[in-house]
């Protein structure tokens, strides 16, 4: 495609990206169906210039102020994913100059909201928690994409053995330093094209998403739920822990995230998994099942603020608003979810999220209401996973590592909590 033409292509899907109205990787996925003449490199130069926008948005459109021409245009400019001489063969004399002197500024010469492209609601709570070093560092570390991790499934292969594979068809894996299932790799191969992939030997996983599953701990032979299932990654690292014994609920309110699950659960091997889409917390489904369960996972829905390298318009299109009515979504959920649990059983709740309204409150709110729910250390449990530095990875009450707590800039996975409890 002629610079220019792809130059007018990526203004238009930042034009829709930019609406807001629908996650940023639906619209470009709509935009690829769309435009199915699109080559693998022009569909990354749009996808990747896109998501340049939305992580340094308040930059972008502070330089944009002293160019020329359509908004989405200037923005595409800034964010264009490839080499400077490529995108400036498509410019005009004074926007290859306005260009130039966007590219010379220094960052120390910019305002703090300027280098840290957050939204100043998002800040305030962060550098309580970090304090001004440690919000510097995560904010530059949300800059930045993330990584793809693989998670191998310890039914079909070992780690090794798909290392090695992986490293023959010339792509690099390294070992992840926590999750003794992981893989990392850095840019974004064909997976879907590899053996590896089609027989089910590796799924595309975060690290702190694998470790979550294993601190669920899930045994031979147990009843086990994973209450927000969504498109099944938690599911099938659970199931395979399980090593395709007991009975392995995938309960979600959307039919449609659980449809995604099928053609993974097929690849994967696992025959103990039952999906089931439930009408609300409350399902007869779930009153059924009630003290019955040895083990119950609740990824609960959150506002994704520990995805933002691989989501960034995740800031621009959450609200405080939004996030006090998933605070009360989220204590709803938990404790429905709780019934299922047994006596001895074990309870997590998680998020993705950064963020200690969703997170300590949701989980000291649940613990001081129900008394039959003890809290366990979720560095210990790690530990006696052996799992390497685990006391690390974790944060909050007497011991320091009561919560599983994943940074982006400390730990290297997206940002996780969990918190966990076994009922007397």
């Given at each position: ?7 007018d292509?990526c ?20 935009y ?12 990354a ?9 939305l992580?340094?948005?308040l930059?972008?459109e502070?330089f ?11 923005l ?19 926007e ?35 304090g ?13 994409p993330?990584?793809l ?79 927000c ?9 659970i199931?395979?822990s399980?090593?395709?014994t ?7 309110v ?19 998994v ?10 007869e ?38 996030l ?37 409150a949701?989980?000291?709110?649940f ?31 007497e ?26």
């Amino acid at each position: 495609m002629h610079p220019k033409a792809l130059l007018d292509a990526c203004a238009e899907l930042i034009r829709q990206v930019l609406t807001f109205e629908h996650p940023a990787d639906a619209v470009v996925s709509r935009y690829f169906r769309d435009h199915r003449s699109l080559g693998p490199r022009e569909r990354a130069t749009l996808a990747e210039t896109t998501y340049a926008v939305l992580r340094k948005k308040l930059l972008f459109e502070q330089f944009a102020r002293s160019g020329s021409g359509p908004r989405e245009r200037r923005l595409a400019i800034l964010g264009f994913h490839g080499p400077r001489d490529f995108v400036k063969s498509a410019l005009a004399d004074h926007e290859k100059k306005w260009l130039d002197d966007c590219d010379s500024v220094r960052p120390e010469e910019l305002m703090e909201h300027h280098r840290h492209n957050l939204p100043q609601w998002l800040v305030e709570p962060l550098k309580a928690q970090l304090g001004e070093e440690g919000f510097v560092q995560l904010a530059q570390s949300m800059l930045k994409p993330a990584p793809l991790d693989l998670r191998v499934n310890a039914l079909k292969d070992k780690r090794d053995a798909v290392q090695k594979e992986l490293a023959k068809a010339g792509i690099a894996a390294q070992a992840t330093p926590y999750s003794p299932l992981g893989l990392r790799i850095d840019g974004k191969p064909a997976l879907s094209k590899l053996d590896a992939f089609t027989r089910g030997a590796i799924e595309v996983q975060d690290e702190g998403s694998q470790l979550l599953a294993m601190l669920l701990d899930a045994k031979r032979g147990e009843m086990v739920v994973d209450f927000c299932a969504g498109a099944g990654g938690k599911t099938l690292a659970i199931g395979a822990s399980m090593r395709n014994t007991g009975r392995l609920y995938a309960f979600d309110v959307s039919a449609h995230r659980l449809d995604a699950l099928k053609p993974r659960l097929a690849r994967s091997g696992l025959s103990n998994v039952h999906p089931a889409a439930i009408a609300h917390e409350r399902d007869e489904r779930i009153k059924r099942l009630a003290g019955k369960i040895d083990r119950v996972l609740v990824d609960a829905p959150c506002s994704g603020l520990g995805t933002l390298r691989r989501s960034p318009d995740l800031k621009w299109r959450q609200s405080p608003q939004a996030l006090a009515e998933l605070a009360h979504k989220q204590a709803a959920i938990l404790a429905s979810a709780a019934r299922l649990v047994k006596s001895g059983g074990r309870l997590i709740y998680a998020t993705c999220s950064v963020l200690p309204q969703e997170n300590e409150a949701i989980a000291e709110a649940f613990g001081a209401l129900h008394k039959d729910f003890v809290p366990l250390d979720a560095g210990q449990l790690l530990t006696e996973l052996k799992v390497a530095d685990a006391t690390t990875l974790c944060s909050g009450g007497e011991t320091g590592s009561l919560y599983l707590r994943l940074w982006p800039h400390l730990h290297h996975t997206d940002g996780f909590f969990a918190a966990v409890w076994t009922r007397k």
